[in-house]
């Protein structure tokens, strides 16, 4: 059983900032790429930005240049830190890992429960 857990969301006025975590537990053998989403209401889940194993990274453009994501690869955490926030960044964050289980090179798609960011004007 493989489990994401977010922390970190909340509600911050226009210009502001939040850090976001994700932790992955349970029977993890290897974790690749990890990510994060998000969906506002009434709109489709979209990505944010991934980082793989190795560190490297790839950003929506309307986030590059103000969230930055990183990771902690003996934690299995993933962080998003989201500077200058703006009222269209209020959407639930997903995280997101490919994750293998076993020494079977097979990663399987995991998702967290979802955080909500609030930005007000």
């Known amino acids: 059983q493989v489990q994401l857990v977010e922390s970190g969301g909340g ?5 502001g900032s939040l850090r976001l ?5 349970g029977s993890i053998f290897s974790i690749g790429a ?3 989403y998000r969906q506002a209401p009434g ?7 991934i980082i793989t194993s190795g560190g490297t ?6 986030v590059k240049g103000r ?12 962080y998003l830190q ?7 960044d209020t959407a639930v964050y997903y995280c997101n890992a490919k994750i293998r289980i076993s020494a079977i090179p097979t990663s399987n798609n995991y ?10 004007s």
């Open 11 to 15: 509600l911050v006025q226009a210009g």
């Open 21 to 25: 975590s994700c932790a992955a537990s």
């Open 34 to 36: 990890m990510g994060w």
């Open 43 to 49: 709109k489709q889940r979209e990505a944010v930005t």
């Open 57 to 62: 990274t790839n950003y929506a453009d309307s």
């Open 67 to 78: 969230f930055t994501v990183s990771r902690d690869n003996a934690k299995n955490t993933v």
């Open 82 to 88: 989201m500077n200058s926030l703006k009222p269209e």
């Open 111 to 120: 998702w967290g429960q979802g955080t909500q960011v609030t930005v007000s």
